[in-house]
C-alpha cells in the first residue's frame, strides 16, 4: 500500500493543504515511483517548482490518521532530473504553516544557494535560487529541509526528494537511463509512528511502548507488502537512498548473491565493484545495477539499525523480474577517473565527534543557534585543499559526517587505507565509534563572507541536537 500520493498531480491553488488526502495506490505492491519533476523553460533556464505542503494518511497504521508533508503532493517529492551544464531554477514555495529551507544535498552550488539555515522561507513565500549544474560527476543527490533545530521534524514529515545529475559522459550512457522503466529511485526510510499518530522524531521514540517501525520504499511499507517491480530490459539501475533519520540500511539480495554497485555517494565509482551488501547511512546514496535474464527475480533485503547498531528488523524491500529478451552488453570496465587531490601544502584540521546526554557536539560546540554557528566558523579560502580528521569519540554511538559544497576524498578509516565504494566520491561516510576517518577536499569556484555552508552529522537528530558547524569558504 502507498503512503501517500508523490508528485505534481496536486494542485495547491484550488485546494488548501488541509484539505489534501492521501490517495492510496492500487492493490498489488507494485513499487511507486516518484514522478519526474515537471520542468518549464524559461528564456533558457529550466525551472522547477515544488509546493512544500501538508497531508494526512490512514493507510500505514490502520486506525491512526498520520500528520504528513511532501513537495507538490502529500509525502516525499518528484525527482529532479538535470544535467551538468544546465541552466536552472528552482522556485520552491512554503505552504507547510511553519518556516522551512530546502537544501540540496551534494549539489555544488554558492552558500546563498545551498539552502542551509540561513535560507529560511516564510510560509506563504517563494525562494527561487538560480544556478548553473556545475558537478562534473554523474550522480544521485537529494532534496530535504535544513533548518536549524527542525530538520528532523520536517524529514520525518515527508519532505525529501531525489536529485539526479545526468553528464555527457559515455559511462553514464551505458548504465541504464529509461526514469522508471530501467533507472529506478528507491528511497528508503526507516521510520516509527507514535500511538499518538505522529512519526518518531526522538531516539527514545523509536523503542517507545505503542511504537510501529514501517520500513518505507518510496512513501510505500515494504513491511506490510513487499513492492514488486517488472523491468523489461535485461539490466536495471537502481538508486539507493537512505532517507531515514537514524537508521543505517543494509541492502543485501536475499539469495547470498554479490550485488554490482557502480556508484557511490557523489559519482560513479571508477569500476564496477561486487558487494555482498551495501551499507548505506542516512543521507547516504549508492547506484546499483541487477541483470536480468528473462524472467528472473531478485528479491533485495534491508536491515534496518540503529545509531548504536542494534537491529531493529529486517525487511525484503524490493522484488524486481525481468520480462525482457535482451542479454545486456558487458557494463564498461571503466566507469570513472577519480585523481587523488593534491594534498601538499595543505591545512589540516580535527573535527571530534561526541556528546553528553542528548547535547552533540562537534570540537564541544553544540551548533544550536546561529550564535554558537557565527561564533564557532570554520574559515577557509577559494582554491585551499585540506586533510580532515574526523573522530568519533563515543565508544557505542555510530555517527555520519556530511559536509555541503564539495564531495570528498577518503584517506583511511580506522588508519587503513579506504577500499570498495570508499575509493568514490562521496559526501557522507559512516563514523563508527571509537573510529577516526581521514578525508581531503579541495573548496572550488563558489565564496561568500555572507552565507555558510554546513557540516554535520546526518543522522538528523544528532544534527538537530547540535551535532553541525557553519563552514564558510572567503
Ligand atoms: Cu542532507 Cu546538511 O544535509
Ligand atoms: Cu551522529
Redesign the pocket.
Known sequence: MALAKIGNGISFAEETASDVTTEVAAAGGTLVIPELAAKTDDNGVSVFALKAGTGTDTSLVSGTTLKTAGYNGTYLGPTIRVSDGEQVRFDVTNQLGADTTV?W??LHIAPSNDG?PQNVIADGETWSPATTINQGEACTL?Y?P?GLGN?ADQVALGLAGMLIVDDGSAANAALPTAYGADDVPVIMQSMGVLSSGSFVTTNAGFTASGTTLKFLVNGASATDETPTLEVAAGRVRLRLLNASLVDSITVARSDGATVTQVASDAGLLAAPIEVSGLRIT??ERAEIVLDLQTGTTVTLRATARSSTNGARYTVSMLEVTGTGTDTPAALPATLNTIDALDTTGAAARTFTFANSGNTFTINGVAGTSVTAMTNNMIMTTLGATEVWTLVNSSTTIYHNF???DVPFQVVSIGGAAPTGANLGWR??IELPPSTTVVIRLKFTDYADSTFM????C?N?IH?DDGM?LGLMVV
Open positions: 537544501h544535498h551534494g542551509g537529494w530535504h535544513h530538520t542516512p543521507g556530511h559536509v555541503h559526501d557522507t555552508y554546513m557540516l554535520h546526518h538528523l544534527e553541525m
